[in-house]
């Protein structure tokens, strides 16, 4: 899972050929390295991930010495490599898939590197520069959330909200990305700035920051809508003290769990606390029922 997390079902596919193609030399050679091979993957993938690089220097070392020795341990240095004892047609796919993987891994490399060009660039003050940079890391890597999300913020009003609906197509479970376009679309479409809050508190339930900014863009949305649209500011303060309540529901069964670690220190911050009452005070002065 962590392999294609970092590198996509292709590379992947890639390193699991990889792999089979040096498990079957080693059992085609009847290489008494083919045990710990296995034994090495097998522990790698139960026990600890594949992060380290002493086990891919193992799995390297093992094919290498296993497959260029005969079983009785004595030397045969004229034995072709395990990539020969593959059919042809495989050889050939190995090859495209590894082009392939390595443009696809350059253009990543450059449009990070374009991102990084574009902070710098925010940082001494050139926002045109920045912003071009930008564009160019999101034209070589579109899935690229980092510089979505910075160029977002360097973009006027009318061009966030698309901007940040197409990068939800390539990662929709980033609430960077919900929270960034509910506050886009605060100022123009209110209801769906708060389902977008909503979803990024779903998408991260236990981080205080989120609950805590969350609460207080809906507490601002609530007081801004009040005096023309009560409507909306009524159903923004409900969905507000809605997602107060089971931050504070969520905090206290965290607290009352003894064997639940919080690693992430999440409580109800002060702040929190505030906007929630201010939402709940809204919910009764603009309820049918107060009316």
């Keep these: 899972m962590n392999i294609a997390l970092d590198?996509?079902?292709?590379?992947?596919?890639?390193?699991?050929?990889?792999l089979g193609a040096i498990g079957?030399?080693?059992?085609r050679a009847r290489s008494r390295m083919l045990p710990p091979f296995l034994a090495v993957l097998l522990h790698s993938a139960a026990d600890f991930d594949m992060s380290y690089g002493l086990t891919w220097l193992l799995i390297i070392w093992m094919a290498a010495a296993g497959i260029t020795r005969k079983p009785g341990g004595a030397a045969q240095p004229a034995r072709p490599p395990a990539l020969r004892l593959l059919p042809r047609g495989s050889?050939?796919?190995l090859a495209g898939l590894l082009?392939?993987?390595?443009?696809?891994?350059?253009?990543?490399a450059v449009s990070l590197s374009r991102e990084r060009q574009a902070l710098a660039a925010a940082a001494s003050g050139n926002i045109g520069q920045a912003t071009a940079l930008l564009e160019q890391a999101l034209a070589l890597y579109p899935a690229r959330t980092s510089a979505r999300l910075h160029l977002a913020s360097l973009s006027g009003a009318a061009a966030q909200a698309g901007m940040l609906r197409q990068g939800l197509a390539y990662d929709r479970a980033?609430?960077?990305?919900?929270?960034?376009?509910?506050?886009?679309?605060?100022?123009?479409r209110p209801m769906e700035a708060v389902a977008a809050w909503e979803q990024a508190v779903q998408l991260d339930p236990y981080s205080r920051k989120r609950q805590t900014e969350v609460l207080s863009a809906l507490a601002t949305l609530a007081g801004r809508l009040r005096e023309h649209y009560p409507q909306e500011a009524a159903a923004a303060a409900a969905a507000g003290y809605k997602l107060?309540?089971?931050?504070?529901?969520?905090?206290r069964r965290l607290a009352d769990t003894a064997n639940l670690r919080n690693?992430?220190?999440f409580t109800v911050?002060?702040?929190?606390?505030d906007r929630g009452r201010e939402l709940g005070e809204y919910v009764l002065r603009y309820s049918p029922v107060h009316r």
Excluded: F, H, M, N
């Design 91 to 93: 050889l050939i796919a």
């Design 174 to 188: 980033d609430p960077e990305l919900w929270a960034a376009l509910g506050q886009a679309l605060s100022g123009s």
């Design 24 to 27: 079957a030399a080693l059992a």
């Design 269 to 273: 911050t002060a702040e929190a606390k």
């Design 244 to 251: 107060y309540v089971r931050y504070e529901e969520l905090a």
């Design 7 to 18: 590198t996509g079902l292709l590379g992947l596919a890639i390193i699991l050929l990889w």
């Design 99 to 108: 082009l392939l993987a390595s443009a696809t891994g350059a253009r990543q």
């Design 263 to 265: 690693d992430r220190r």
